[in-house]
């Protein structure tokens, strides 16, 4: 599902266009057949999927940083099976060119556009070669503070600095969760932002998922920011709360995002 956010007369912007996906980790109780299956029935086409989900039965419950080529391969299948395409892939556990490589081949099977991750400074040159290389960009995560040296835009900013196929995933709950503004994070990184992952965080204690629309963020105000960048990249929505049973929730939040004004 794609939105088309409106100009000022009225008629859709081809440049301002975005694709609403899902991130896979919102389902990660469940296997990857499941998971897929939950995303198609929230009526999207993309997801972003992440490399320590363990797989399944399917996959002889490896993860997917662990398949080898004919699970890349059944992974590719299912994917066309259920109408969907995977944008990104979030990479945790590469720590060399050789893991890297790796995962840059998958995406490449896989018609990947990105692989989301927050790599070390020393390997900054590394993966920037490599995604030019392979055509598929790397958006570095902004996880919350004490959890990533990424928490912050500037960090974000020193690693793009020369670094042409380096952007930025912005993550807006994890910003909340920092104790900063989301919109002004965005207006920091324009120009920058590859992707995004959609959550909302509680009002009063500002570090709880809640259902999209509901929290902190200020989601109209993310909308005209992301329309005044002309924003065209991938906002997956990522939710991490009850998620044994989560797929209501996830559909609601692509909806709430899609028409929201």
Request: charged share 25%; with cysteine; aromatic share 10%.
């Given at each position: 599902?794609?939105?088309?956010a409106?100009?000022?007369?009225?008629k859709?912007?081809?440049n301002?266009k975005w694709?609403?996906g899902?991130a896979?980790y919102?389902?990660?109780?469940?296997?990857?057949r499941?998971?897929?299956?939950?995303s198609?029935?929230?009526?999207?086409k993309f997801?972003?999927?992440?490399?320590?989900h363990?797989?399944?039965?399917?996959?002889?419950?490896?993860t997917?940083?662990?398949?080898d080529?004919s699970?890349v391969?059944?992974?590719?299948?299912?994917?066309?099976?259920?109408?969907l395409s995977?944008?990104?892939?979030?990479v945790?556990d590469?720590?060399?060119?050789?893991?890297?490589?790796k995962?840059?081949?998958?995406?490449?099977?896989?018609?990947i556009?990105y692989?989301?991750?927050?790599?070390?400074?020393?390997q900054?040159?590394?993966?920037?070669?490599?995604?030019?290389?392979?055509?598929?960009k790397i958006?570095?995560?902004?996880?919350k503070k004490?959890s990533s040296?990424?928490?912050?835009p500037d960090?974000?900013?020193?690693a793009?600095?020369?670094?042409?196929?380096?952007?930025?995933?912005?993550d807006l709950?994890?910003?909340?969760?920092?104790?900063?503004?989301?919109?002004?994070c965005?207006k920091?990184?324009?120009?920058?932002i590859?992707?995004?992952?959609?959550?909302?965080?509680?009002?009063?204690?500002?570090?709880?998922?809640?259902?999209?629309?509901?929290?902190?963020?200020d989601y109209?105000?993310?909308?005209?920011?992301?329309?005044?960048?002309?924003?065209s990249?991938?906002?997956?929505v990522?939710?991490e709360?009850n998620?044994?049973?989560?797929?209501k929730?996830v559909?609601?939040?692509?909806?709430?995002?899609?028409?929201?004004?």
């Amino acid at each position: 599902m794609a939105f088309t956010a409106k100009s000022t007369n009225g008629k859709a912007s081809k440049n301002e266009k975005w694709k609403t996906g899902i991130a896979l980790y919102s389902f990660n109780r469940y296997p990857f057949r499941k998971a897929l299956s939950l995303s198609k029935e929230s009526e999207v086409k993309f997801v972003e999927g992440f490399s320590f989900h363990n797989m399944g039965p399917d996959f002889d419950n490896k993860t997917m940083g662990g398949l080898d080529a004919s699970g890349v391969a059944l992974v590719k299948k299912m994917l066309k099976d259920n109408g969907l395409s995977m944008s990104s892939i979030y990479v945790s556990d590469a720590k060399n060119a050789t893991e890297w490589k790796k995962f840059f081949d998958m995406g490449r099977e896989l018609g990947i556009k990105y692989l989301v991750c927050e790599p070390s400074k020393s390997q900054w040159n590394t993966i920037d070669s490599l995604a030019g290389i392979y055509n598929i960009k790397i958006a570095i995560h902004e996880h919350k503070k004490g959890s990533s040296i990424y928490w912050h835009p500037d960090s974000v900013l020193a690693a793009i600095k020369g670094h042409k196929n380096i952007g930025a995933c912005a993550d807006l709950g994890h910003w909340v969760r920092s104790g900063l503004d989301p919109v002004k994070c965005l207006k920091m990184l324009d120009g920058h932002i590859i992707g995004i992952h959609l959550k909302d965080i509680d009002k009063s204690d500002h570090e709880t998922d809640v259902d999209l629309g509901t929290g902190s963020i200020d989601y109209p105000a993310v909308v005209k920011e992301l329309r005044r960048q002309k924003f065209s990249g991938y906002a997956h929505v990522e939710c991490e709360h009850n998620m044994e049973d989560n797929q209501k929730i996830v559909k609601a939040a692509v909806q709430h995002f899609n028409t929201v004004n």
